[in-house]
């Protein structure tokens, strides 16, 4: 159990290296085609490779194809697509960090939400953790003090919907297959996305090839949706089944982290003093959660049959 446990949080871990790294290439790409759009194509590129992938090496897995999975699949889907359609909303009246820290926030909602639907009351280590992770969070984002305006209650809303994603995957991951309750969860998105473009922004960008041949919107959806949407978001499904919601928000606010190591790499930003002191806060309140794995999986497997 312990080296399921290991390997799920290093896999984690590498699923926030992915994110954060992609940072950059997503922000360029939505330069020049609309962040639904973007959203759209990169969920359904990620979708047919994942299905494809399904159909061909695990079609087995079919067989246990029903409503349940279906509801599920959709119900995490949901719960994703609204963490990245607020946030891109929320990002139109507020500033990258700001957003950034109120995402993170999710670090947070996720023990809180867990002990509210699961009733899995996080350990005193995984409270202290949680707290030393939100203070690198802000020392990490907020550059600025800029009151709060309608942006923030927007991203806010974005990170109620990243906590619930990981819940509802914890709840869900160990009861259905991997890959295919993650096909139905970024086929979701993708729909939800598509429909959002269709209705909110100029969706024929999505359909020229000027546009999605352009160099930076080709690459960023090659590398966002093979990587950071079908790879990734399958590696949490299957991998989160070994751990806790609380530990996995912890890993994923390593997301930041790594997005400001890439930008310092390859854009040569600069890091403030605050910024670096953030970044360890951050690593540490990761490090200092660590929980008696034994008993949490045991706790964790009982309320997840029972709650919800």
Same mark, same amino acid.
Request: aromatic share 14%; hydrophobic share 55%; charged share 10%.
């Given at each position: 159990?312990?080296?399921?446990? #290991? @390997? ?8 926030? #290296? ?15 085609? *609309?962040? $639904? ?7 359904? !590129? ?5 299905? &494809? ?32 359609? #607020? ?5 139109? $009246? ?39 992770? &939100? ?7 907020? %550059? ?17 919907? @990243?906590?619930? $994603? !990981? ?14 309750? %993650? ?16 209705? &909110? ?17 080709? %690459? ?23 751990? &806790? ?12 982290? @790594? ?27 990761? !490090? #200092?959660? *660590? ?18």
């Amino acid at each position: 159990m312990k080296k399921n446990v #290991f @390997f799920a949080d290093a896999s984690l871990l590498l699923v926030a #290296f992915i994110w954060g790294a992609t940072f950059v290439i997503v922000q360029n790409a939505i330069a020049f085609l *609309e962040p $639904h759009s973007f959203n759209g194509l990169r969920f359904l !590129i990620a979708a047919i490779l994942l299905l &494809t992938w399904l159909l061909i090496f695990e079609k087995e897995q079919l067989k246990q194809l029903n409503w349940k999975i279906v509801i599920s699949g959709i119900i995490i889907g949901i719960w994703l697509f609204i963490g990245y359609a #607020f946030q891109t909303m929320g990002l139109l $009246h507020t500033t990258s960090s700001k957003a950034g820290f109120i995402t993170g926030l999710s670090v947070v909602l996720v023990p809180l939400f867990s002990y509210l639907l699961l009733k899995s009351k996080p350990g005193m280590n995984a409270v202290i953790g949680v707290s030393i992770a &939100t203070i690198g969070l802000y020392l990490l984002t907020m %550059t600025d003090r800029v009151g709060l305006n309608i942006g923030d209650g927007l991203v806010f809303i974005c990170a109620i919907g @990243f906590a619930m $994603h !990981i819940i509802f995957t914890g709840k869900y991951s160990s009861n259905f297959p991997s890959l295919l309750l %993650t096909v139905i969860q970024i086929t979701t998105v993708s729909f939800l996305s598509i429909m959002s473009a269709f209705f &909110t922004e100029d969706w024929r960008q999505a359909m020229n090839p000027d546009v999605i041949f352009q160099g930076k919107v080709l %690459t960023a959806l090659i590398i966002t949706s093979v990587f950071a949407t079908a790879l990734a978001f399958f590696a949490q499904t299957r991998f989160q089944k070994f751990t &806790t919601p609380t530990r996995v928000a912890l890993i994923f606010a390593m997301e930041p982290v @790594f997005a400001a190591g890439i930008a310092f790499l390859w854009a040569n930003e600069r890091l403030s003093y605050s910024a670096i002191i953030g970044c360890l806060l951050i690593f540490s309140g990761m !490090i #200092f959660a *660590e929980v008696p794995l034994k008993k949490t999986q045991q706790l964790l497997k009982k309320k997840q049959n029972e709650a919800i």
